[in-house]
């Protein structure tokens, strides 16, 4: 009798853990989204991890277009630096506009500087080519196409929180289209 009742047990735990693994596999099998009061377990799973980072789709150009995006951005930096050179190197200039001139000129070279480690830190990171641009407290990352995703957005955003001052809200990642 004690035998037929161990039996019993252990053929009702089997079951039961079998209908688990089955329950399991069943809700966790691509393509299945269930619905739980109207929400599916994919918008669930979302919103419980809002501070996650997300990756920006926008619409950009291809790949050939980020090397035009670096021609241009080296332009305006040489535009810049050459503003600032006439500024301190004007005999007619004030002493202060020279100064702050010159403190321009080094915050210029600092961010040049600060911009390609970056690209080079989140290159190496991504694996993929990609624009960094610094300016106004802000920082917006252009990737390549197809390297941008929930786990590459994390990276580069803890790279430039490592690298820089700036907070997370301050960060922008783009995928070029």
Known sequence: MVLRKKQIVTATLVLALGAAIFANWYMSKPGAASTIDGITTAQASEATNLGDAQYVGATTASGEALADFKVKRDASH?????????????????????????????????????????????????????????????????????????????????????????????????EAK
């Open 78 to 174: 040489d535009e810049a630096k050459e503003t600032l050179n006439s500024i301190i190197k004007d005999s007619s200039a004030s002493p202060t506009a020279i100064s702050q001139a010159n403190e321009s000129m080094q915050d210029l070279v600092e961010a040049i500087k600060l911009e390609t480690d970056l690209e080079n830190l989140i290159s190496a990171k991504i694996g993929g080519d990609c624009l960094v641009i610094l300016g106004s407290g802000k920082c917006r990352v252009i990737v390549e196409k197809g390297r941008a995703n929930a786990n590459s957005s994390l990276q580069i955003k803890e790279l430039i929180l490592n690298q820089t001052d700036l907070t997370g809200e301050n960060i922008t990642i783009i």
